[in-house]
T-cell receptor, first 116, second 111 residues
Framework: GAVVSQHPSWVICKSGTSVKIECRSLDFQATTMFWYRQFPKQSLMLMATSNEGSKATYEQGVEKDKFLINHASLTLSTLTVTSAHPEDSSFYIC????????????FGPGTRLTVL | GNSVTQMEGPVTLSEEAFLTINCTYTATGYPSLFWYVQYPGEGLQLLLKATKADDKGSNKGFEATYRKETTSFHLEKGSVQVSDSAVYFCALGFGNEKLTFGTGTRLTIIP
């Protein structure tokens, strides 16, 4: 149980285009979802926290107009990288939390974005 | 603020060697502590966790004990295998809130 999927697993796009990444909790309802970014050989950097039906909370330094997060349901959150540039190329990972009682996050497999 | 410091890698060991990856933390209060593992090209998988002092988390032969007095959560395994080669992340968290990760330690096991 507690499986989180991401789609697509990898994407290549041209500079200036927008890319949407989906994060789904397949067998549970996620009260909270998190979006992380990971640079090569580095740790995960939290970008934002999203709760279903409310606006995402962005970490300091993350541009909310560039990284649009929508948490439309308890099983789906999306990250849209708008007007992508080569410096946005990275590995994006989402995680989902079941609830306050169970303190655990379940991670998706990640999406590798390459912007040409 | 909260922070996690873990042993810098890379770490290279021979198969069946003993493994220790050090992890210490700084936090206000009493967080839950986690070890996550990331295999090449994949996302993170929870390896083990401990939610209070003196708890021992264990999984797949790996162990870590929550030491409040030394604010540590060192990862150990008695006999590593080639399949254990991965990047290991120590992390802390409170309730349903975000996790704070260490920088990761790349482990390579050679036959």
């Amino acid at each position: 149980g507690a499986v989180v999927s991401q789609h697509p697993s990898w994407v290549i796009c041209k500079s200036g285009t927008s890319v949407k990444i989906e994060c789904r909790s397949l067998d549970f309802q996620a009260t909270t979802m998190f979006w992380y970014r990971q640079f090569p050989k580095q740790s995960l950097m939290l970008m934002a926290t999203s709760n279903e039906g409310s606006k995402a909370t962005y970490e300091q330094g993350v541009e909310k107009d560039k990284f649009l997060i929508n948490h439309a349901s308890l099983t789906l959150s999306t990250l849209t990288v708008t007007s992508a540039h080569p410096e946005d190329s990275s590995f994006y990972i989402c995680s989902a939390s079941i609830g306050r009682v169970r303190n655990e996050q379940f991670f998706g497999p990640g999406t590798r974005l390459t912007v040409l | 603020g909260n922070s996690v410091t873990q042993m810098e890698g890379p770490v290279t060991l021979s198969e069946e060697a003993f493994l220790t990856i050090n992890c210490t933390y700084t936090a206000t209060g009493y967080p839950s502590l986690f070890w996550y593992v990331q295999y090449p090209g994949e996302g993170l998988q929870l390896l083990l966790k401990a939610t209070k002092a003196d708890d021992k988390g264990s999984n797949k032969g790996f162990e870590a004990t929550y030491r409040k007095e030394t604010t540590s959560f060192h990862l150990e395994k008695g006999s590593v295998q080639v399949s254990d080669s991965a990047v290991y992340f120590c992390a802390l968290g409170f309730g349903n809130e975000k996790l704070t990760f260490g920088t990761g330690t790349r482990l390579t096991i050679i036959p």
